[in-house]
């Protein structure tokens, strides 16, 4: 399923400042200041005048990075994937339970991390639901929404919000700042903080419009900035040939049957008039309306049904899903598109390869009235991590994160990724291996364009240090020396690329997120609120059927159902939620 997910496309890295501000920042205790320690081996410190007598972990003030004396043990859970790789001669990437991580989180916490289980990821979910039956669950783990929902309706999660405050680092709350809270509210009930915030890419996957600009030019058509500009480029890619082959066969803007997707979907067309599809937003009374049942939508179905009349879009978009409907951009049938940061990496990097001539731009999304566009963002936690409910060291959990931030530039996250076939540890991604793994800086897409941006207009390097961005760097200049395979490095990290619109949406604030951060209510679960639920399909198939053909009117009835099927009662709830928390 492609509804609700985006690929993440790129590993983040802290940098050398933001990591000496955080180590200047937090007390140690003697000894074990974990800037003194690099790969788990102590630098040599200046011995104290005198050796205080050792206490077996005395209650102390607060320290991000204080070590437990002696060891204590933490259990968890996690699970493994087909991409994890491993070297079983070597203890640092042993697996998971043996590798460079546990030695850290021992070496320099005091923290003897145990897993009671591993599964498969596909399997994961049961596994937990058979831990929730018995309740025998660890000490702290990362879990999906569902199963953190679970455990909190269960009483079985520790109260985070005193332990967090406390014990973050400056860096680790930096991270709220960067986001402006997203990543915590989802994880706040009642103003308590219930689990650690895991913080990773962030919005960034608002849509673009990607189109063939050598099509544009063979035409003599104008650059899209308005609605009308994609309709009347649509209408002329579709029936001028411009793919020379003297055939009707060519379609202007394609999309596939699903509104809400990162790949030819159509949330970017409705954004173009100040439509939401399935976000809540705040209207001019301070209350919040769910975006699919707003009147701007319609204006978006009328000229989409006006489009589709005309044959400027696929007359069979309806049955294709985006993956089937990609094959015409594949093939070279196809002349503009909306998708997210990652849409090229699919089938228009296909096109890129197998066509010379083909040449993809990316461009801002248009309006209706020609303004800059306030496109809409997706955004969940990618994991939700909490510490069970009576846990004995409930800061060894913000400690372990604590830990992860601080060393991952130290780790080079994924330096191990070499092309030498010799080298036993080749490709070993050894940021995957760490518990709560998805902590990662906000916005990291967004840095990772921004310093091969740099790169590229200095034409210096150097200060490239992740290993993925000094990669798509050398990619983006084999695509300017002319190779194909690289081109689509430079469609979406490139000067112009997909992440160069998104930057730009960021840094004038123009992305619209939901405003209903929160769990399902069970309201939502019970009326099938959600992608696969009758209310959901229901407006979907009104859509679909306008821009068909259907009389308007069709929408109408499809929104006064849903209200009368529950969308009131679930208006109603939401509002209630909203009430409770912070603005």
């Known amino acids: 399923m492609l509804r609700g997910k ?14 000496f501000s955080c180590l200047t920042a937090c007390t140690v205790k003697d000894g074990d200041d974990p800037a003194n320690k690099v790969d788990g081996k102590t630098q040599s410190p200046e011995a104290p005048s005198s050796t205080p007598t050792e206490e077996p972990n005395k209650p ?18 996690r699970y493994s994937t087909g991409y994890y790789k491993f070297n079983p001669d070597d203890p640092d990437y042993a697996s998971l339970e043996q590798n460079l991580w546990i030695r850290q989180y021992e070496e320099r916490l005091g923290i003897n991390l145990e897993y009671l289980w591993i599964c498969p990821d596909d399997q994961y979910e049961q596994k937990w639901n ?42 680790y709350k930096s991270y709220d700042e960067f986001d402006e809270n997203l990543t915590r509210d989802y994880s706040t009930f009642s103003g308590r903080l219930m689990g650690l915030p895991i913080h990773g890419s962030q919005p960034d996957n608002s849509d673009v419009l990607i189109v063939r600009n050598d099509w544009l030019k063979k035409l003599s058509l104008p650059e899209p900035k308005t609605i009308d500009d994609i ?116 089938s228009f990097m296909d096109n890129m390869i197998a066509d010379p001539e083909a040449d993809w731009r990316v461009f801002p999304i248009p309006t209706e009235d020609g303004q800059p566009a306030k496109p809409q963002a997706a955004f969940a936690p990618a994991e939700y991590f909490f510490v069970k409910k009576g846990f004995e060291n409930p800061e060894a959990a913000v400690k372990i994160i604590n830990l992860n931030i601080l060393i991952e530039d130290e780790m080079k996250t994924e330096a191990l990724e070499t092309e030498d076939e ?61 190779d194909r395979e690289a081109l689509v490095n430079d469609t979406v990290f490139g ?36 992608y696969e639920g009758v209310l959901y399909q229901m407006l979907e198939t009104a859509v679909l059927n306008v821009i068909m053909g259907a009389p308007i009117d069709q929408y109408d009835e499809a929104v006064a159902d849903w209200m009368a099927l529950g969308g009131e009662e679930i208006t109603r709830q939401v509002n209630e939620w909203y009430k409770t928390i912070e603005k």
Not at 11 to 17: A, R
């Open 6 to 19: 985006s690929l993440k496309v790129i590993s983040i890295f802290i940098t050398l400042l933001i990591i």
């Open 60 to 77: 102390e003030e607060p320290d991000p990075f204080g070590k437990y004396t002696p060891t204590i043990d933490v259990s968890s859970v």
């Open 130 to 171: 058979v831990a929730l039956a018995s309740k025998d669950i660890p000490d702290i783990a990362g879990v999906s929404e569902n199963i953190f929902k679970m455990l909190i309706d269960a009483d079985m999660v520790e109260d985070m919000t005193d332990v967090y405050e406390k014990y973050a680092s400056p860096v």
């Open 231 to 346: 309709a009347v480029i649509a209408e002329s890619f579709a029936k001028n040939d411009p793919d020379g082959n003297d055939k009707a066969d060519t379609i202007g803007l394609l999309s596939g049957n699903a509104i809400d997707v990162g790949f030819l979907g159509l949330k970017g067309f409705f954004n173009g008039f100040n439509a939401y599809w399935h976000i809540w937003i705040e209207d001019e009374n301070g209350e919040l309306v769910y975006g699919s049942v707003q009147p701007e939508i319609k204006n978006a179905l009328l000229k989409l049904q006006e489009m589709y009349k005309n044959g400027s879009l696929d007359q069979e978009f309806a049955v294709k899903d985006p993956w089937k409907a990609g094959e015409t951009i594949a093939a070279g049938k196809a002349g503009m598109a909306y998708g997210t940061n990652w849409a090229p990496y699919v």
């Open 422 to 482: 010799d080298n036993p540890n080749s490709e070993v991604d050894i940021y995957q291996y760490k518990l709560a793994q998805h902590v990662h800086k906000p916005w990291t897409n967004l840095d990772s364009f921004n310093a091969i941006k740099d790169a590229l207009l200095s034409g210096d390097d150097s200060k490239l240090v992740n290993p993925d961005d000094i990669g798509t760097y050398n990619q983006i200049l084999k695509a300017k020396d002319g």
């Open 495 to 530: 000067l112009e690329g997909t992440f160069s619109v998104i930057n730009q949406y960021r840094d004038d604030h123009r992305i619209v997120v939901n405003e209903f951060k929160s769990f399902p209510l069970p309201v939502m679960i019970e009326k099938g609120y959600g």
